[in-house]
């Protein structure tokens, strides 16, 4: 497989900038996911690395070659479809050779090949199946065999899961990620979803508006968010975003929240719902006053919301507490967790913070 590159690759369509100045390298053998709302241009930047679409500015680099003037076929970057599209009438065998039998690959290399993918995704036993009779997981193998029986430079996913119902997902999920470590091939997987992105990518780089807001390890940018949209992005529930005020000392949320050790430029604190903790009201432990609002068991663990003053605030808690709507809390973050925003959304480095 090979290395993809983007450099300072824009597209428009119209008074549209889809995709804008957008660079990144996706090194041979990784998993790399774009991630970011709808229209955030995650469509394009692949149909611009696939060759359905040309750069207005820029240059896309394929094992380290430029391919700009190259059509699709001479790329040799396969796609794997939305919910996988297999042919339902066809057998798995049938899917997976479609592709060598529309370019009039002899039967003899076919055969080869089929048989190659087949034992590298370990569905030799399943090729006489048709769709209908394969588990999420083994549809997803099959797919991919599909896109890799052409023996391509590296594949391509846009949102391939998203309209599988949740067990299915991730179900396939877990597949593809175990499958990509198998096979060490090159992928570019597009996704909507956050909690897909941080689990499934080796390095993930988050869109809006066609450029990209910050690029790394999953756990590396839930930890340090470069800015308020992308601390918004990822996690659930949502990060808790507060704005600050300074009179008699610092305070967050409306004045509810005393804060010590705010560094200067910051005008918004951000906290996670897992810093946070909340504990019955004693009167005799250190921590903000506020009210419980209102309780979400979850099984494994519960969403506490919060009432401080005018704010609401979400807690994750371990469990299931015994916590009762409207009894009075004490609210505690640890000061390293806490995350500084400037004016303009954009993140202030690590600082220590004291609620
Ligand atoms: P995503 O895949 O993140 O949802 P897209 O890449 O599909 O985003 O779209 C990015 C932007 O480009 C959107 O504003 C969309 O409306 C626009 N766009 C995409 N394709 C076309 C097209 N063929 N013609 C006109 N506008 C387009
Ligand atoms: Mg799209």
């Given at each position: 497989m090979a290395s993809i590159s983007l450099r300072n690759v824009s597209k428009r369509y119209g008074d549209t900038v889809a995709v804008n100045n957008v660079s990144f390298d996706v090194q041979d053998n990784e998993f790399f996911c774009l991630f970011g709302p709808p229209l955030s241009g995650k469509s394009t930047i692949l149909k611009l690395i696939l060759g359905l679409e040309t750069p207005d500015h820029g240059e896309i680099l394929i094992g380290g070659k430029p391919v700009n003037a190259l059509s699709p076929a001479d790329r040799n970057v396969a796609m794997v479809f939305q919910n996988l599209a297999l042919f339902p009438h066809m057998t798995a065998e049938q899917n997976v050779r479609f592709p060598l039998v529309e370019r009039k690959v002899s039967e003899e290399k076919i055969k080869a090949r089929v048989a190659a993918v087949s034992e590298k995704l370990h569905i030799g036993h399943l090729l006489h199946k048709p769709p209908a009779q394969l588990s999420g997981g083994e549809r997803q193998r099959v797919a991919i065999a599909r896109a890799l029986v052409r023996d391509p430079a590296a594949y391509l996913m846009d949102d391939p899961i998203s309209a599988l119902d949740a067990r299915l997902r991730e179900e396939t999920r877990v597949e593809l990620k175990r499958i990509q470590r198998e096979l060490g091939h090159t992928l570019i997987y597009v996704t909507h979803d956050q909690e897909e992105a941080m689990s499934i990518a080796d390095r993930m780089a988050i869109l809006e508006n066609g450029q990209i807001r910050q690029m790394g390890k999953p756990s590396d940018?839930?930890?340090?968010?470069?800015?308020?949209?992308?601390?918004?992005?990822?996690?659930?529930?949502?990060?808790?975003?507060?704005?600050?005020?300074?009179?008699?000392?610092?305070?967050?949320?409306?004045?509810?929240?005393?804060?010590?050790?705010?560094?200067?430029?910051?005008?918004?604190?951000?906290?996670?719902?897992?810093?946070l903790k909340a504990e019955p009201w004693t009167g005799e432990r250190p921590g903000v006053p506020a009210k419980v609002f209102e309780v979400e068991p979850l099984g494994g663990y519960t969403v506490v919301t919060l009432s401080a003053g005018e704010e609401k605030l979400r807690v994750l808690m371990r469990g299931q507490p015994r916590i009762e709507v409207d009894s009075p809390v004490a609210l505690s973050c640890d000061p390293k967790r806490v995350h500084f925003f400037k004016p303009d959304g954009q993140a202030l480095g690590s600082h220590q913070a004291g609620i």
């Amino acid at each position: 497989m090979a290395s993809i590159s983007l450099r300072n690759v824009s597209k428009r369509y119209g008074d549209t900038v889809a995709v804008n100045n957008v660079s990144f390298d996706v090194q041979d053998n990784e998993f790399f996911c774009l991630f970011g709302p709808p229209l955030s241009g995650k469509s394009t930047i692949l149909k611009l690395i696939l060759g359905l679409e040309t750069p207005d500015h820029g240059e896309i680099l394929i094992g380290g070659k430029p391919v700009n003037a190259l059509s699709p076929a001479d790329r040799n970057v396969a796609m794997v479809f939305q919910n996988l599209a297999l042919f339902p009438h066809m057998t798995a065998e049938q899917n997976v050779r479609f592709p060598l039998v529309e370019r009039k690959v002899s039967e003899e290399k076919i055969k080869a090949r089929v048989a190659a993918v087949s034992e590298k995704l370990h569905i030799g036993h399943l090729l006489h199946k048709p769709p209908a009779q394969l588990s999420g997981g083994e549809r997803q193998r099959v797919a991919i065999a599909r896109a890799l029986v052409r023996d391509p430079a590296a594949y391509l996913m846009d949102d391939p899961i998203s309209a599988l119902d949740a067990r299915l997902r991730e179900e396939t999920r877990v597949e593809l990620k175990r499958i990509q470590r198998e096979l060490g091939h090159t992928l570019i997987y597009v996704t909507h979803d956050q909690e897909e992105a941080m689990s499934i990518a080796d390095r993930m780089a988050i869109l809006e508006n066609g450029q990209i807001r910050q690029m790394g390890k999953p756990s590396d940018i839930y930890d340090h968010p470069a800015s308020q949209y992308v601390a918004r992005l990822l996690g659930s529930p949502a990060i808790n975003l507060l704005s600050l005020t300074q009179s008699n000392g610092w305070t967050a949320g409306a004045g509810t929240i005393s804060l010590s050790g705010v560094p200067d430029g910051a005008a918004g604190i951000g906290i996670r719902p897992e810093d946070l903790k909340a504990e019955p009201w004693t009167g005799e432990r250190p921590g903000v006053p506020a009210k419980v609002f209102e309780v979400e068991p979850l099984g494994g663990y519960t969403v506490v919301t919060l009432s401080a003053g005018e704010e609401k605030l979400r807690v994750l808690m371990r469990g299931q507490p015994r916590i009762e709507v409207d009894s009075p809390v004490a609210l505690s973050c640890d000061p390293k967790r806490v995350h500084f925003f400037k004016p303009d959304g954009q993140a202030l480095g690590s600082h220590q913070a004291g609620i």
